[in-house]
């Protein structure tokens, strides 16, 4: 059993940035791929950026690709989201995700692992 845990969010102004932070505890993740999803007041659950084991590669929706960051590090079992250039449309509860194995998985069949969430509010 693997828990996640997010943190990082807050409250900023349009243009900022945050920073989230996931850290695995319980089994390694270092073998998996990681990704996160957002979910905005009255939407679905989205795919935002995802990685593989390794950190070589990784894939964004077409809605951040440009102003987000997906980056890992196995030492500290840890995945970060940096997020630059926010808009008021990136409001969400952000979670991240464990994938079932190494590869990336832009929708969430692909993971067995879910952090609780954290909430990034971008204000105009």
């Known amino acids: 059993q693997v828990q996640l845990v997010e943190s990082g969010g807050g409250l900023v102004q349009a243009g900022g940035s945050l920073r989230l932070s996931c850290a695995a505890s319980?089994?390694?993740?270092?073998?998996?791929?990681m990704g996160w999803f957002r979910r905005a007041p009255g939407k679905e659950r989205e795919f935002v950026a995802a990685?593989?084991?390794?950190?070589?590669?990784?894939n964004y929706a077409d809605s951040v690709k440009g102003r987000f960051t997906i980056s890992r590090d196995n030492a500290k079992n840890t995945v970060y989201l940096q997020m630059n250039s926010l808009k008021p449309e990136d409001t969400a509860v952000y979670y991240c995700?464990?994938?079932?194995?190494?590869?990336?998985?832009?929708?969430?069949?692909?993971?067995?692992?879910w952090g609780q969430g954290t909430q990034v509010t971008v204000s105009s």
């Open positions: 990685i593989t084991w390794s950190g070589r590669n990784s």
């Open positions: 319980g089994r390694t993740l270092s073998s998996n791929a």
């Open positions: 995700a464990g994938a079932r194995g190494p590869n990336l998985s832009v929708t969430y069949y692909g993971y067995d692992s």
